[in-house]
């Protein structure tokens, strides 16, 4: 890692922008006692953390690998999420979903991280079932890995209802979860947009006015968030491209003037305006 004092987020800066960062997915600042709570009462992972040095080296591994993700090194972060096993699950899923979206490695070898990252996020998930962002990034990786082998053979290996499950989960525990919104238009959209109307409602209860019901609290949640009007804008182009385009367009423009908070909001910043070939 960088020294400390070049490193944009070393010292106390990673906590006093921690909100804005996690904006999003309502993580909550992992010192020990956060450390404490999430491990509480669950054996494998309290058991893990003893045997990492107790919550508080923990509690600094893991600020370490999120400084890693805001930085942009996201290989990093996974490398450092996964030692720290069921508590460092969501930072290294998270991790390999963006890398998913941006990374030059090959098909083969993104769908391999994927395929690490489900199985990393059905621990977490039997380890620590409360954690929302356990659920949320599962359903993260989950949807990726779907994108990529296409959505019809998602359909057909039943990939929708565990993105759907995990979804709905981590609603129920964290309701002002905006990326949990936001996936969750995703998914109506997407269903919609491939089997139409009637089949989406009938067959997997998908439906046009809970996606942009799911996008709208997104955007709520999170308004200053490149990534929520940007997915906004996809899904609205799923739904209807033709009568939808101006106001997707529109999104596209309020992304790509964003002030990006971190590494990740650049890139979405970045690809928001290669989509207007805006210069970046």
């Known amino acids: 890692m960088r020294k400390e004092e070049s490193d944009p987020l070393g010292g106390d800066e990673l906590h006093r922008r921690w909100s804005r960062l996690h904006q999003t997915d309502r993580e909550p600042w992992p010192d020990a006692r956060a450390i404490g709570r999430l491990t509480k009462g669950h054996a494998q992972p309290a058991s893990s953390v003893e045997a990492y ?8 591994a893991l600020q370490d690998a999120w400084r890693a993700f805001h930085s942009g090194a996201f290989a990093r972060a996974v490398e450092a999420g996964e030692k720290l096993g069921a508590v460092g699950a969501s930072v290294a899923n998270k991790s390999v979903a963006i890398d998913s979206l941006y990374s030059k490695r090959s098909g083969t070898q993104l769908l391999k991280a994927l395929e690490s990252a489900i199985a990393r996020g059905e621990q977490a ?13 599962l359903a993260l990786v989950i949807g990726r890995y779907s994108q990529r082998i296409s959505i019809v053979k998602a359909l057909a290996a039943g990939l929708a209802g565990r993105v759907r499950e995990h979804l709905e989960r981590t609603l129920s525990l964290e309701p002002r979860h905006a990326e949990a919104h936001l996936a969750f238009g995703l998914y109506h959209a997407e269903i919609v ?14 439906s046009a006015r809970a996606a942009i019901d799911h996008f709208r609290e997104a955007l709520a949640l999170a308004p200053s968030s490149p990534i929520v009007r940007m997915e906004y804008a996809h899904g609205l182009l799923l739904l209807d491209g033709t009568a939808r385009q101006g106001q997707a367009q529109e999104l596209y423009v309020q992304a790509a003037a964003c002030a990006p908070a971190d590494e990740m909001e650049r890139l979405d910043v970045a690809r928001a305006k290669r989509g207007l070939q805006v210069p970046a």
């Open 53 to 60: 040095g107790g919550a508080a080296a923990v509690a600094q």
């Open 125 to 137: 998930v039997a380890q620590l079932p409360h954690h929302p962002n356990a659920h949320y990034t």
């Open 193 to 206: 947009g491939k089997l139409g109307s009637l089949a989406a409602s009938l067959t997997y209860g998908a």
